[in-house]
């Protein structure tokens, strides 16, 4: 069943028209590293940031994520058109930089310290620090360029057109390109129209009636399953690998963080009462399970390298035999445009998850976030796992399956999109209400 109205509506436009001030300031430039979403709310800080200055934003390059290697750029993941034209009231944007400044360029910053670069902007600074700091720049140089620039904008104590205006950009002005939607649209009808009957049954799962069978036509549930070797790593956490896999994943942290790893200092069973290991593909599985789902659900999986490979996903197949992914939907030509490139792999799956019934994901980071508070914008049912529930399930080997069930179903009752205000700190694209509604 969809979400009940909570009372709440979208007020992403500002109180008072928007107005273009009469003489731009000079030129914003941002360079932006991390996955998709991490560039996603950086985008959505340069437009606000360039609104705060009377600026005129250029269009933000995105750096080449180091861990995926990935080149793509703003027009190869976002409709440019679309977005300049759902901003034309808002603030000005140009494509690329006129020929005066055809020196502002990555390699230009990377080669040399420069009088008109921003290198020292504070995490979550204030509106009032880039008119302080960054304002005299754009008087003597007419541009400054700003990198690093992840989570250099912050999120309380900001005028509220501000905030609405970076609603408007994360919500509204940010939309994929037509290829993307297109693959995602065709993914999205092959969901709702699989066989609606099970070739085969599995452990802890009720047989399928014909009328239950019936009733779920159409449906579908994406779980955003981030289990790589990275999150595993980084966790800490046993994942029941034995003593091999213990030392691989501790000389994979010695490798990438030279063992600097905050939770290596804490058991398992501490780490897992306290929810901070990720669900693996099992747990998720008996998860899903105890909230009723069963083999008559149509599962999109949406992930991108899972740690242990298909041997690891194989019990959540034989849990969810409906279970899909971008491989089994779409043909090898039909995915060529995005193939080998992490940030159209995840706006794909960006964009399948806002159109499921559910979303559900099964640790916390940066996609869980993003798409969180976009299906809370829009009032659609998002289930957020209780990790130190889940943890302590788990731990105690003498649970019985009704017991474990009715504790899981108790523990996830207001967990299931119901709205939360945004507390100091928080992130307003994680949070939206009640700047955004």
Known sequence: MPLANQGWKTCAGSDTPSTLPEKSRGYIQVFLDGGLNQQRMGICDAVAVAKILNATLVIPLLEINPVWQDSSTFTDIFDLDHFINALKDDISIVKELPDDFYWSTREYYATATRANRVKTAPTHASANWYIENVMPMLQIYGIAAIAPFSHRLAFDNMPKDIQRLRCKVN??????????????????????????????????????????????????????????????????????????????????????????????????????????????????????????????????????????????????????????????????????????????????????????????????????????????????????????????????????????????????????????????????YTYPVPDCM
């Not at 009957?197 to 009636?209: I, M, P, R």
């Not at 060529?336 to 806002?354: E, F």
């Not at 289930?383 to 399930?393: H, S, T, W, Y």
Request: charged letters at 25%; hydrophobic letters at 40%.
């Open 171 to 428: 919500f509204q002005a940010l939309v994929f390109v037509p290829h993307i939607r297109a693959l995602g649209d065709a993914l999205i009808s092959r969901l709702k129209y699989l066989p609606s009957e099970s070739e085969s049954s599995a452990n802890y799962l009720k047989d399928v009636t014909d009328s239950r069978s019936k009733q779920g036509n159409g449906k579908f549930v994406v779980l955003h399953l981030r289990f790589d070797k990275d999150m595993a790593a980084h966790s800490a956490c046993d994942f029941g690998g034995g003593k091999a896999e213990k030392l691989a994943l501790a000389k994979y942290r010695q490798v990438i963080w030279q063992g600097r790893v905050l939770n290596s200092q804490f058991t398992d069973e501490e780490l897992r009462s306290q929810g901070r290991c990720p669900l693996t593909p099992e747990e998720i599985g008996l998860l899903l399970a105890a909230l009723g789902f069963d083999n008559s659900t149509r599962l999109y999986l949406a992930s991108h390298k899972v740690y242990g490979g298909e041997a690891r996903i194989s019990t959540l197949r034989s849990l969810f035999p409906l279970m899909e992914e971008k491989k089994s939907l779409a043909s090898s030509e039909e995915r060529t445009h995005i193939k080998g490139k992490a940030s159209l792999l995840a706006a794909l799956d960006y964009y399948v998850g806002m159109h499921s019934d559910i979303f559900i994901s099964a640790s916390p980071g940066n996609m869980h976030n993003a798409v969180v508070g976009h299906r809370t914008y829009l009032n659609l049912k998002t289930i957020r796992p209780n990790m130190a529930l889940l943890g302590q399930l788990f731990l105690n080997k003498s649970l019985t399956w009704p017991e474990f069930q009715e504790a899981v179903f108790e523990g996830h009752k207001h967990r299931q999109g119901q709205l939360r205000l945004r507390k100091p700190k928080q992130s307003i």
